[in-house]
């Protein structure tokens, strides 16, 4: 099966985010960049799934020259080849999701993961778009019921099955109440949660095979697609800082506290 999987640049959680002064976004120097983690859980995904049933991982990555580096992280741990499309600007999720959808036409997979958001702006939109687009069925929230200590997670066992004929796929999603199993004729569009799957690290021989590994680069004009975007954020703002806590001498004074002064028993 043909797989293609996606890899989005965002800030490192662990850097210091800090909005500019004029509101106008984040100041960028001093950042570290990844892969987004939903996107790489799906890259992990699309992995396991080649190795049991055979077939090839494109992964697909929108942004100037420096998504390169999240490209090659892919390809590092195994994707086969990679697809860049180039575009400095901004854009929104729908503008996202039509990219996706000219680049999905092109290569014909039968399953496109993404992770359900990026943890740089949280939206949670892209892959619901892209399946409306494509007028494919989706699984949304991919996650597992067995643990990340299982058997089947130390083997590397793709929680997405497919069937015996390759016509579906199966896939366990998290709802509010629990876990529910759903199935989507091929070719389907699933989006990834945290608890799927933990992606492997590149190896050595992975990180040096990825330098020779083709990206093929692509550009909005050259999809035919329009990215002005329809949403324009109009300014960012740090949260108010939080107050600085205090320690109690005892119990009733905490209930004192809470009751008093926090209001909420």
């Given at each position: 099966?043909?797989?293609?999987?996606?890899?989005?640049?965002?800030?490192?959680?662990?850097?210091?985010?800090k909005?500019?002064?004029?509101g106008?976004?984040i100041?960028q120097?001093?950042?570290?960049?990844?892969?987004n983690?939903?996107?790489?859980?799906?890259?992990?995904?699309?992995l396991?799934l080649?190795?049991?049933?055979?077939?090839?991982?494109?992964?697909?990555s929108?942004?100037?020259?420096e998504?390169?580096?999240q490209l090659?992280?892919?390809?590092?741990?195994g994707?086969?080849?990679?697809?860049?499309?180039?575009?400095?600007?901004?854009?929104?999720?729908l503008?996202?999701a039509?990219?996706?959808?000219?680049?999905?036409?092109k290569?014909?997979?039968?399953?496109?993961?993404?992770?359900?958001?990026?943890?740089?702006?949280?939206?949670?939109?892209v892959g619901?778009?892209?399946?409306?687009f494509?007028?494919?069925?989706?699984?949304?929230?991919a996650?597992?019921?067995e643990?990340?200590?299982?058997?089947q997670?130390?083997?590397?066992?793709?929680?997405?099955?497919?069937?015996a004929?390759?016509?579906s796929v199966?896939?366990?999603?998290?709802?509010?109440?629990?876990l529910?199993?759903v199935e989507?004729?091929?070719?389907?569009?699933?989006?990834?949660?945290?608890r799927?799957?933990?992606?492997?690290y590149?190896?050595?021989p992975?990180?040096?095979?990825?330098k020779?590994?083709?990206?093929?680069?692509?550009?909005p004009?050259?999809?035919?697609?329009?990215?002005?975007?329809?949403?324009q954020?109009?300014?960012m703002?740090?949260?108010?800082a939080?107050?600085?806590?205090?320690?109690v001498?005892d119990?009733?004074?905490l209930?004192?506290?809470?009751?008093?002064?926090?209001?909420?028993?």
């Amino acid at each position: 099966m043909k797989i293609l999987v996606t890899a989005k640049r965002v800030e490192d959680p662990e850097s210091k985010i800090k909005v500019k002064p004029d509101g106008s976004g984040i100041v960028q120097e001093g950042l570290k960049y990844k892969i987004n983690p939903f996107d790489e859980i799906g890259v992990e995904e699309g992995l396991r799934l080649v190795a049991k049933h055979q077939g090839e991982v494109v992964v697909v990555s929108i942004g100037g020259k420096e998504v390169q580096e999240q490209l090659r992280h892919a390809l590092a741990m195994g994707a086969h080849r990679a697809v860049w499309v180039n575009h400095t600007g901004p854009v929104d999720q729908l503008g996202i999701a039509a990219l996706l959808q000219k680049v999905v036409e092109k290569e014909q997979p039968d399953l496109v993961i993404l992770g359900k958001q990026s943890i740089d702006d949280d939206q949670n939109q892209v892959g619901q778009y892209l399946a409306e687009f494509l007028g494919w069925g989706q699984a949304t929230f991919a996650s597992k019921v067995e643990s990340m200590e299982s058997e089947q997670e130390k083997n590397k066992v793709p929680a997405i099955v497919l069937s015996a004929d390759k016509k579906s796929v199966q896939v366990i999603r998290e709802v509010d109440n629990g876990l529910a199993t759903v199935e989507c004729q091929l070719p389907a569009v699933v989006t990834t949660d945290l608890r799927l799957n933990q992606p492997r690290y590149a190896s050595l021989p992975g990180i040096m095979k990825a330098k020779s590994k083709p990206i093929e680069e692509l550009t909005p004009a050259k999809l035919s697609v329009d990215v002005t975007p329809a949403i324009q954020v109009l300014k960012m703002s740090a949260p108010p800082a939080r107050k600085a806590g205090i320690k109690v001498a005892d119990v009733p004074a905490l209930v004192e506290k809470l009751h008093n002064e926090a209001k909420v028993v």
